[in-house]
């Protein structure tokens, strides 16, 4: 440690890292891993191309001749353009001496002998890290992706992957990644149920191993650590700038559509070299392709576990904010709704739509966003449980439809009135309200409900009925086409 010292007073910072790391390898002390990561801050970054192909290649030749002084930059561009075609026996001739144990893993967990694939990028990056000597700067990015995968792959691939990001995991032995871990086994994000029921018990796994291996630092080290990290250069303080960042997306909260405090809080994330602030620049302009690059690349950190009920193609950016959204897919997590209420990100929609939502969670996430205008429901239940737990809406728009593909098709729907009397309890700011298909609801009922409406909705300026609710009757037609604010198309 005092040769380790000696490094760190003589800005020696490569000759520093190459003597924290065999300290940390022999250890596996938490001090030391933060050090480490410390001292990667001082050296020097490399540059790599933008062109994809180029990219892979650039990133190939830095993996296979593997340096500690590159190794940041090869992290920090490892999840760039993860996608990309390859052959599996290329793949398998260039790291087989260095990744054996990974190699032979993948081939014993996948039937096909060889691949074609559109992720090999990815496979070849995860094979290289894993291979590489033992490093803590490599941990974040294996638990990123064990976690959350940045590629589709089928289940089958995607699951020898987790096993080989797992493996590694398990012998790295890092405890400042086991609450990620441990919320990964009761909260697993896999795109389908096999896959997390697969990550839950690989995360359980590398839990168990890291309470098994986890010893306290003696104290003799701790203090020759504590003694080294003392010498280092002090970081920079960002308690003030980080402060000032929470109080401006505060008021882009309070009002979305204020641009000059987007404009006020764009310029301060640029300031911090913060890719948001670019884009909110970007879409101000009018977008373009550089704003859609940074979406596909940051869109799943700023939307962290909200993309599981949003993914990135149900939503619309504008200004650099999340606008609009549809809600649900087959593969959301049943934990993930409730999860992410209050997520930051959600506070500036303003137009929200189910898209596989089951009604209670719905109702309840859009419950907790302060700026909507706009819904659609598309389940009668989605309504009940807003009036159960005494919501209040500022919307000024609802579209009413009733099918729900999570809900069965058959069964019994609540009355169009009780529905109505639930949602102006909810939104007394309605001025639009559009009823669409009512698979439910009997044609008196809408002739019924219909004239009612405005004094439910002392603000309703227009209804608009889908003719197609009149299939039979056409005196029903008549009696609600006579209302006054009534469209039927």
Partial sequence: MTELHDAIEGEDWPRALELALTVWRATRAVEVAVLIEDLDRLLPRLDPPRAHRELQQWWREHALAFDPIALPSLIASAAHRPGGPGQWSEVRARWLSLGFEAITTFERHTTAPAYALDCMNWIERVIALVSWPEDPRVIPILVTWFITPPVTLAPQLLAAMMKILARRLAAVTD?????????????????????????????????????????????????????????????EDTTQSDARIAVLWA????????????????????????????????????????????????????????????????CTFRDGMLAEARLGTANTPPWAWRKIAGHRELATLREVRPSYAPADEYAELIATLPNLRTILFDAPEMVLRLAAIDARLSVTAVDYVEYNPTLPAIRDLPALSDVCASLARCAPALETLHLGMLHGSTQDELAAVVPTLAEQFPRLRQILVAGSNFFEREEDRRVVARVPRVEIY
């Fill in 251 to 314: 008021g882009v909260i309070r009002d979305p559509d204020d641009g000059p405090a987007r404009m006020v809080l764009a310029d301060a994330l640029v300031e911090r070299s913060d890719p948001r602030g670019e884009l909110i620049v970007l879409q101000g302009r009018g977008a373009g392709p550089r704003a859609e690059q940074l979406l596909r690349r940051h869109f799943k950190t700023w939307m962290g576990d909200a993309a599981l009920v949003m993914p990135r193609k149900l």
């Fill in 175 to 235: 405890a400042r990644v086991r609450p990620q871990l441990a919320a990964c086994i009761t909260e697993p994000r896999g795109r389908v149920e096999s896959i997390r029921e697969h990550q839950g018990r690989l995360a359980a796994r590398i839990v168990e191993e890291i309470d098994r291996r986890t010893r306290p630092t003696d104290p003799a080290l701790a203090a020759a650590i504590a003694r080294c990290a003392a010498a280092m250069p002090a970081r």
